[in-house]
């Protein structure tokens, strides 16, 4: 294949996927069908624990995230597990058919899931909207304003005097003089090869 990075080139949004107990960022959205109660399309990847909630759950929300959105949203449900957090804890939400909405959003969009098709990387759940809202007009982040803010949104502060390495995706900061060869990030699971000496 001559350059798989083409896909970049396909225009997405960032959206914070909510499910009853769990949500992450999700940028692949799309409505598939029109009519009162349009369709609904979202991919989910497997290892996500996200994707496992939406397979015992019957519902989930999209949150549309916008440019000004507060960088704690992105990094809250983008780099951390709900295995390991709750993510709601310190994100001001609100429920809607028993599903938590984001309130620094544009609007959001509840689903009940009607179907869902396994690939080999990914989950698309698809969902029939049953209640949707709009808060404002503003620009909704796509995902390459994402790509080219993505150093002022996650901005990292790291310790004086001690060797720093961040992770370009996340922003994780790993402290040591060398990453080990093996090394993968606690937070988004990229290898060393994707951090920057600082």
Known sequence: MKEVNITRKISQG??????????????????????????????????????????????????????????EIIKTFGFNSMRNINKFE????FKVEEVNIIKDSIGYMVCEIIDSIENDTHTLFIGRIIEADMFNEKEPMTYLYYQKHKDELLKVTTEKGKTSWVCTVCGYVYYGEEIPEDFKCPLCGVGRELFKKK
Request: contains cysteine.
């Open 14 to 71: 960032m959206y914070v996927l909510t499910t009853i107990d769990g949500g992450c960022i999700v940028d692949a959205v799309s409505q598939i069908s029109g009519g009162d109660n349009p369709l609904i399309a979202v991919s989910v990847m497997k290892k996500n624990y996200t994707n496992e909630l939406l397979k015992i759950n019957s519902k989930f929300a999209i949150s549309i995230l916008g440019e000004d959105v507060n960088a």
């Open 90 to 93: 310190k994100i001001d939400t």
